[in-house]
């Protein structure tokens, strides 16, 4: 934040509900997650605006999917993605819009949703920030979440999958024209610069590209998801399937009209899982979100479904 604050002389922020980008003071205020933001964690900092997400099955704006989970385009107009512009427009002072490009929850943005966004930040003056720890370095089937949708960010931060799941590191990559770290005091800290971390940064990378671990997850993807839709006509309780490469999600409901979660059956489901030796977690309450390793195989993402297959069923769902 500081960075774009310094590139374009705004304090502004704008970004979504239900997003988490941190559970500092800072980031919370930036985040859209409720649980971050109440309670003892309230006051928060001053300038975070928010908008509605996408969420093209739970649609802030009312609209419904089809039976296919495919948004209504033709009648919504991508209104998520609108009000962002509209909301530049009327705060005038945003320094930056900062987004999951695809939502860990998961929700995987409608056709054109970052295009429109880009093209609301350029005409407003305002920086586009992907937050790709959760989703980058090939989770979604490409390095990058972003690259899906064919929009470049202005700033893209990255981190936690960049140290192999072993050392901590994380990192900033902007425009060029946006490197004016070195006119700012922005702060130092502990970990800063380490050696031992790049290292291992650098060869993480090198193992994903060696060994085709995103064409892995892209492959493992596409499979899961079939498997995840044949499981749908089969359970009652499964509302929608969604997903890109290895950030998959399986929303369970009450009823398939009125889309009212069902918690409890989620937690049950986690539970006779976790029994059964998997272990994944719950995000919105209910949503049974599986995110494996970019090394797992087919057979092993397979069997993981049996097991959740078998859960629900052993739960009458």
Known sequence: MRLARAA??????????DAFHGAGTGASALSGEMLFRSGPAAPMVAGSEHVAPFACYACAYGYKTDANGNPPLELCNTACARMVDYVLSREGDVACVVAEPARAVP??????????????????????????????LGKTGRMFASEHDGVEPDILVMGKALGGGILPIAAVIARED?????????GHYTHE???????????????????GLVENAARVGRVALDRMAEMKAKHASIGDVRGRGLLLGMELVTDHETREP?????????YRALDAGLSFK?????????TPPLT???????????IIDAALSAEGA
């Open 193 to 211: 610069k380490n050696p031992v971390t790049a290292a291992a940064a650098l060869e993480t990378i090198a193992v994903i590209e060696d060994e």
């Open 8 to 17: 374009t002389g705004r304090f502004k922020t704008l970004s979504f509900w």
């Open 296 to 306: 797992v195989t087919e057979s092993q993402m397979m069997e993981a479904l049996d």
């Open 282 to 290: 719950t995000t919105m309450g209910n949503v049974l979100t599986l």
């Open 262 to 270: 069902a918690g409890d059956l989620a937690e049950a489901v986690l």
């Open 107 to 136: 929700y995987i943005p409608p056709p054109g949703f970052w295009n429109i966004v880009r093209e609301a930040c350029h005409k407003r003056g305002a920086l586009l920030i992907f937050d790709e720890i959760p989703t980058g």
């Open 178 to 186: 946006l490197d004016v770290a070195q006119d700012f005091a922005f």
